[in-house]
């Protein structure tokens, strides 16, 4: 063999071991790497659907106090409708997951969920409505969609899916309530216990992402699909644009 081609392909090969093995060390150094890298990704992908969520017309609306009480008062009863649904929901990723590593994640999740539907009756309640007008309330179907597929998930989906979805959607979600917080209070004189539940989706756990990304994570290693995490994330963030788009209509 000519002794050139023969240090050309042995280059080569040294050049292809060193590409696998930058990620294998990236990954010892890591052990979330995967997931994290997911994560990014996912993010610049979803960034055009998180940008017309932050501009919804009802987030507008309410900061240029030309919301209607009534219309808050619809808000109001969509999102009981919701946190009833996603109550259960978690309860039933307790169910599943609950005996596995980061089995945690799942249950607080559950107990957040029942906080924020007492602090939501807090907020109904300066609005003048009582639980029996919350229940008496018939949701619209288009501000209905993101709890049915997160009952779906609870379901079907493999716990990398669920936390996924939640990782890149609550912060979005928690941006619009945090500017609901403010308006409400600025605009329309609420104080800040009746606007506790927007506040309370606006300021996430600081060891949320992390506790997100081991989930995805374990269950990567446990052999979860890519792509359904990546359909999971997708499909929940329209749902999330459906409810905001929805609750401004009259």
Do not use: C
Request: hydrophobic share 45%.
């Amino acid at each position: 063999m000519n002794r050139n081609l023969f240090k050309s392909l042995g280059i080569a090969m040294l050049l292809l071991l060193a590409g696998i093995a930058r990620p294998a060390l990236a990954q010892a150094g890591d052990p979330l790497a995967q997931a994290r890298e997911l994560v990014r990704q996912l993010r610049v992908e979803l960034k055009p659907v998180d940008d017309q969520i932050a501009s919804a017309p009802f987030l507008t609306a309410l900061e240029r106090h030309q919301v209607s009480l009534d219309s808050l008062k619809a808000f109001t009863g969509e999102q009981y409708n919701i946190l009833r649904s996603d109550l259960r929901s978690n309860a039933q990723m307790v169910s599943r997951f609950g005996t596995q590593p980061q089995g945690s994640y799942f249950l607080d999740l559950t107990t957040s969920e029942a906080e924020a539907r007492r602090l939501l009756l807090d907020f109904a309640r300066a609005l003048g409505l009582t639980e029996r007008d919350l229940q008496a309330y018939e949701p619209r179907p288009g501000a209905q969609t993101y709890p049915s597929y997160a009952a779906w998930l609870a379901f079907y989906g493999s716990k990398s899916d669920i936390a996924a979805a939640y990782l890149l959607n609550f912060p979005v979600f928690g941006a619009n309530t945090g500017r609901m917080a403010v308006a409400l209070r600025e605009r329309y004189g609420f104080s800040a216990k009746d606007t506790a539940f927007f506040d309370y989706f606006a300021f996430l756990p600081p060891s949320f992402e992390t506790d997100s990304l081991k989930v995805i994570q374990d269950g990567l290693n446990r052999g979860a699909s890519v792509r359904d995490i990546r359909r999971s994330a997708r499909l929940l963030q329209a749902y999330e644009k459906d409810f905001w788009f929805t609750v401004g209509q009259n």
